[in-house]
């Protein structure tokens, strides 16, 4: 007998995502059909306004679908209130932003340890545990300075080391590498790259260069709120 195959980390069937604003309705997502795979690297590219942020959202369970199925490790979301959905999401999945959203003047160990304070890890655990992600992105001899003190691609690294300390299934990241020069983005990418291949943690990342685009072993294109064109994946 072979084992059951594991749920895709995201399942999403005619998804759709509609905004009011001043009484007229916006369709950022017209309907939207997708296979995530656990494990798997994926860019997500469009042009500016396609959809790709809001698509984020809702598979981070920021944000609720207006119509249509998304499944989030086999979890229909529609299925969960509010709070469970916080607990799935805090189980599940790590992000990872552009403006890399630490606490400027708190320790990298503090910003990376926060999210183990709100699941109720004990103190020296959530030490060791914080000590240990920024070791794994090389920031082990950081851990006192504060994000003020550090450089761009330095702090990206912490908040990638915060996005790691809850164990996520998987990391999603919007423009990860957009405020960052050349050589930072290359360190960046090269990271989530080498989790990606170590730990099997999922990547999705969200980007507007050609060249981090051409890393990702697939890229979806989004275009229109539709998904346009779904290139080199093997999780389909
Ligand atoms: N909170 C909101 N209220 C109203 N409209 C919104 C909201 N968020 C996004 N939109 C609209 O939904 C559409 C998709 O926006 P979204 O942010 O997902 O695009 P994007 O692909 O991430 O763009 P960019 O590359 O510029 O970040 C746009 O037309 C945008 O104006
Ligand atoms: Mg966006």
């Known amino acids: 007998m072979t084992a059951p195959e594991p749920a895709a980390a995201f399942?999403?069937?005619?998804?759709?995502?509609?905004?009011?604003l001043d009484g007229v309705s916006v369709d950022a997502l017209r309907g939207v059909d997708l296979r995530i795979g656990q494990g798997e690297?994926?860019?997500i590219v469009g042009p500016s306004g396609s959809g790709k942020s809001t698509l984020m959202h809702l598979l981070g369970c920021l944000d609720r679908p207006t119509s249509g199925v998304l499944r989030v490790g086999g979890v229909d979301v529609a299925t969960l209130d509010d709070t469970r959905l916080a607990e799935l999401r805090n189980r599940t999945i790590g992000f990872v932003f552009q403006s890399f959203h630490l606490l400027a003047r708190t320790p990298a160990l503090d910003n990376v340890a926060l999210p183990l304070v709100y699941r109720g890890v004990p103190k020296a655990e959530r030490r060791a545990r914080a000590t240990a992600a920024l070791r794994a992105?090389?920031?082990?001899?950081?851990?006192?300075?504060?994000?003020s003190q550090m450089s761009g691609g330095e702090q990206q690294r912490v908040a990638i080391a915060r996005a790691l300390v809850g164990d996520p299934k998987v990391v999603l990241a919007d423009e990860?590498?957009?405020n960052l020069d050349t050589r930072n983005g290359e360190e960046v990418m090269g990271l989530l790259e080498r989790l990606n291949a170590?730990?099997?943690?999922a990547v999705v990342l969200v980007t507007h260069e050609a060249e981090v685009a051409a890393r990702a072993r697939r890229r979806i294109h989004v275009r229109d709120g539709l998904v346009e064109a779904d290139s080199g994946g093997a999780g389909r």
């Open 198 to 201: 170590d730990s099997g943690v």
């Open 11 to 20: 399942e999403a069937v005619d998804l759709r995502r509609s905004y009011q």
């Open 137 to 147: 992105v090389g920031l082990g001899h950081r851990l006192g300075h504060r994000p």
């Open 176 to 178: 990860p590498t957009g």
């Open 41 to 43: 690297f994926v860019a």
